[in-house]
């Protein structure tokens, strides 16, 4: 009696194809959840500056309380980045990277900004606001709730 081999191209294909629905589902990074990310227009922090990263060392010299506060006043570093060029560039990069690297993000600003991120990111952020009462267009729970209902 004669045993019968399958088909060398059909165990290979076989083979081929499960090695690359392995390394499909590798490529995609776990989910990340951010829960920090802000969409501020760049006046908020003096216009679109320079700023540090927590790649190097960054220094807090104490600030002048007769100058504007601007972030490069407030934190140094050897190498800045020069931060994006518009408030639509902040969001595309933003968007960008959140999609890069599977990330869904909990994301502050005023109701109408938040919107118009979360409807940019294709469910990517997590609306949220900031009731700090003390700061100009503090945001309310009934913001809040007005946000989330969207």
């Given at each position: 009696?004669?045993?019968?081999?399958?088909?060398?191209?059909?165990?290979?294909?076989?083979?081929l194809?499960?090695?690359?629905?392995?390394?499909?589902?590798?490529?995609?990074?776990?989910?990340?959840?951010?829960?920090h990310?802000?969409?501020?227009?760049?006046a908020?922090?003096?216009?679109?500056?320079?700023v540090?990263?927590?790649?190097?060392?960054?220094?807090?010299?104490?600030?002048?309380?007769?100058?504007?506060?601007?972030?490069?006043?407030?934190?140094?570093?050897?190498?800045?980045?020069?931060?994006?060029?518009?408030?639509?560039?902040?969001?595309?990069?933003?968007?960008?990277?959140?999609?890069?690297?599977?990330?869904?993000?909990?994301?502050?600003?005023?109701?109408?900004?938040?919107?118009?991120?979360?409807?940019?990111?294709?469910?990517?952020?997590?609306?949220?606001?900031?009731?700090?009462?003390?700061?100009?267009?503090?945001?309310?729970?009934?913001?809040?709730?007005?946000?989330?209902?969207?």
């Open positions: 009696m004669r045993t019968s081999f399958p088909d060398v191209r059909a165990v290979s294909a076989i083979y194809l499960l090695c690359g629905a392995g390394s499909a589902t590798a490529q995609q990074p776990l989910p990340v959840i951010d829960m990310l802000h969409a501020h227009p760049l908020d922090y003096g216009g679109g500056g320079k540090c990263l927590n790649t190097q060392p960054m220094l807090f010299p104490g600030v002048d309380p007769r100058r504007p506060i601007t972030l490069d006043r407030v934190l140094t570093c050897r190498a800045p980045l020069q931060s994006s060029a518009s408030d639509d560039a902040v969001m595309t990069e933003s968007i960008a990277l959140l999609k890069r690297y599977n990330i869904w993000a909990v994301t502050s600003g005023t109701p109408a900004r938040v919107g118009t991120w979360r409807a940019a990111a294709g469910g990517r952020i997590i609306p949220a606001a900031s009731f700090a009462s003390a700061l100009p267009g503090a945001r309310t729970p009934a913001d809040f709730r007005r946000l989330i209902a969207d």
